[in-house]
């Protein structure tokens, strides 16, 4: 998942022969705007799970959730240079931010091409079986279709929070805020998503969700 033209073929190894994958993301970004290509492919190697993990979120499809990765590695890549270490922003909240605007575009783009593959990316019918593992995924099912309900700043939030485990500092970080205003909006979009589940969804809080 690492750009093309982010390649180790040539790179300059001047870190005291230590390796990349012992250094922080900081010395890495000031290696990177040196010019060091190496460097980044080692921060879209550290990262490139997490950033698959946010766009399937969204997507729900694991070809889509790859090339949109991909994509976004390309373009924080290209907008490098605006990132500046050490000025409070941390690295993986602004490329996750990038993966979710990547991601969440392709969605809007999915769902006006064809509803119809929306369907067909859904889990099949529960049939008679009421193995532990089909129960499971409806209701996981039910709870992404309770997600779906929220407002996507909220569902996003959620996403970021407790699927990919980002800390408050993070999320400040992604959102441009105080991490005061983190707790009061994840607050909020938490209080959002139980109503939605009482209202719409009552078959998730019947099994104690």
């Known amino acids: 998942m690492v750009p093309r033209e982010v390649g180790t073929t040539g790179a300059r190894w001047v870190y005291n022969s230590r390796r990349r994958d012992q250094l922080d993301d900081e010395t890495l970004i000031r290696e990177a705007h040196r010019g060091d290509a190496g460097a980044f492919e080692e921060l879209a190697r550290r990262y490139q799970e997490a950033a698959f993990r946010a766009a399937?979120?969204?997507?729900?499809?694991?070809?889509?959730?790859?090339?949109?990765?991909?994509?976004a590695i390309v373009k924080a890549y290209q907008a490098l240079g605006r990132f500046r270490p050490g000025a409070g922003q941390s690295f993986r909240p602004w490329l996750l931010k990038i993966v979710m605007n990547e991601?969440?575009?392709?969605?809007?783009?999915?769902?006006?091409?064809?509803?119809?593959v929306e369907r067909a990316a859904r889990p099949q019918s529960l049939e008679w079986s009421l193995d532990e593992t089909v129960v499971d995924r409806e209701r996981a099912r039910l709870l992404r279709e309770a997600l779906e309900a929220l407002r996507e700043q909220?569902?996003?939030?959620?996403?970021?929070r407790y699927f990919l485990s980002l800390s408050e500092r993070e999320l400040a970080d992604y959102m441009g805020c105080a991490p005061g205003t983190v707790k009061s909006r994840l607050h909020r979009a938490l209080a959002k998503l139980r109503e939605v589940v009482r209202d719409g969804f009552p078959e998730l809080l019947a099994e104690g969700a």
């Open 56 to 71: 399937y979120l969204v997507l729900r499809d694991a070809d889509e959730a790859k090339d949109a990765a991909q994509d």
């Open 103 to 116: 991601s969440l575009n392709r969605a809007k783009s999915k769902k006006r091409r064809a509803a119809a």
């Open 154 to 160: 909220e569902r996003v939030l959620i996403y970021l």
